[in-house]
């Protein structure tokens, strides 16, 4: 059973362009959905008896599941007359558009662990999420803003840094991630204002005033801290236990 908006956004774009809707779980009508893909094609190229196919795409939006499905279709009809002559290319490459750099970031192109500020995507999320799927998703109580928001996700995923403060970095960089898999559900509306639009007029939020970002940073430091002079402290025990086994030997 097709979801209200999909139809809704199916009717929209045949308006535009050839539009086939394809979901890589629905493996039951595959056949079916390949035989219609494949038929769109064909009208394309009119009377040219071979066609070179080829997905593109942004991140993490089924074209790898397509791709193979599509294969295995076209290797099972080879030999009929009809599919004579498609030729599926492997992994064309994605599309990334001239989008600003929040939009390429919701859209999966880049990596949550190589953004500097995952802080300002995270800000756009919560503007585009309902606030009751954010809430259900992770289950923690009702925020006023993203500041609070990250709170109460380090506070579950007991994410915090020296002195008992919350890992706003590392934490926005899980929500991202969680984003990208598909654990956060969204969809745009037909009638609603474009996401790119919107992610235009996005600012870095100013919730988190100065004392707080002096105390984060404070934080991390005293985090990374822990962590060197740990690495030290085994680089010291390791040294004694090789300087031990050295003097040993000499005295043999």
Same mark, same amino acid.
């Given at each position: 059973?097709l &979801?209200?908006?999909?139809?809704?956004?199916h009717q929209?774009?045949?308006?535009e362009?050839?539009t086939?809707?394809f &979901?890589s779980?629905?493996?039951?009508?595959? #056949?079916?959905?390949?035989?219609e893909l494949?038929?769109?094609?064909?009208e394309?190229?009119?009377?040219?008896?071979?066609?070179? $196919?080829?997905?593109a795409?942004y991140?993490?939006?089924?074209k790898?599941?397509l791709?193979?499905?599509?294969?295995?279709?076209?290797?099972?009809k080879?030999?009929q007359d009809? =599919?004579k002559?498609l030729?599926l $290319? %492997?992994n +064309?490459?994605?599309?990334?558009?001239?989008?600003?750099?929040n &939009?390429?970031i919701l859209?999966?192109?880049? =990596?949550? @662990?190589?953004? &500097?500020?995952?802080?300002?995507?995270?800000?756009?999320i919560i503007?585009? +999420?309902?606030?009751h %799927?954010?809430?259900?998703t992770?289950?923690?109580a009702d925020?006023?803003?993203?500041? %609070?928001f990250?709170?109460?996700?380090?506070?579950?995923?007991k994410?915090? $840094?020296?002195?008992?403060?919350?890992?706003y970095?590392s934490?926005a960089?899980?929500?991202l991630?969680?984003?990208i898999?598909?654990?956060?559900? =969204?969809?745009?509306?037909?009638n609603?204002?474009?996401? #790119?639009?919107?992610? @235009?007029?996005?600012?870095?939020p100013s919730?988190?005033?100065?004392s707080?970002?002096? @105390?984060?940073?404070?934080?991390k430091?005293?985090k990374?801290?822990e962590?060197?002079?740990k690495?030290?402290d085994d %680089?010291?025990e390791e040294?004694g236990?090789?300087a031990?086994?050295?003097? #040993?030997?000499?005295k043999?």
């Amino acid at each position: 059973m097709l &979801s209200t908006p999909l139809i809704e956004w199916h009717q929209h774009l045949c308006k535009e362009f050839p539009t086939v809707l394809f &979901s890589s779980i629905a493996e039951s009508d595959d #056949d079916t959905k390949c035989v219609e893909l494949i038929k769109v094609v064909r009208e394309q190229c009119k009377d040219k008896a071979n066609a070179t $196919l080829g997905i593109a795409g942004y991140p993490n939006v089924g074209k790898t599941a397509l791709q193979a499905t599509l294969n295995k279709f076209l290797l099972a009809k080879k030999d009929q007359d009809e =599919y004579k002559g498609l030729k599926l $290319l %492997e992994n +064309v490459g994605v599309v990334f558009g001239q989008d600003n750099p929040n &939009s390429v970031i919701l859209k999966n192109v880049k =990596y949550p @662990d190589d953004l &500097s500020d995952p802080y300002v995507p995270v800000h756009a999320i919560i503007k585009r +999420v309902p606030k009751h %799927e954010l809430l259900l998703t992770y289950e923690i109580a009702d925020f006023a803003n993203t500041q %609070e928001f990250l709170a109460s996700v380090a506070a579950l995923k007991k994410n915090f $840094l020296k002195g008992g403060l919350p890992d706003y970095d590392s934490t926005a960089k899980m929500v991202l991630n969680d984003w990208i898999a598909g654990k956060i559900k =969204y969809h745009q509306d037909l009638n609603m204002e474009e996401d #790119d639009e919107k992610d @235009d007029a996005y600012e870095v939020p100013s919730e988190m005033d100065s004392s707080d970002m002096e @105390d984060e940073e404070k934080g991390k430091k005293g985090k990374k801290g822990e962590k060197e002079k740990k690495g030290k402290d085994d %680089e010291d025990e390791e040294f004694g236990e090789d300087a031990g086994d050295s003097e #040993d030997s000499e005295k043999k």
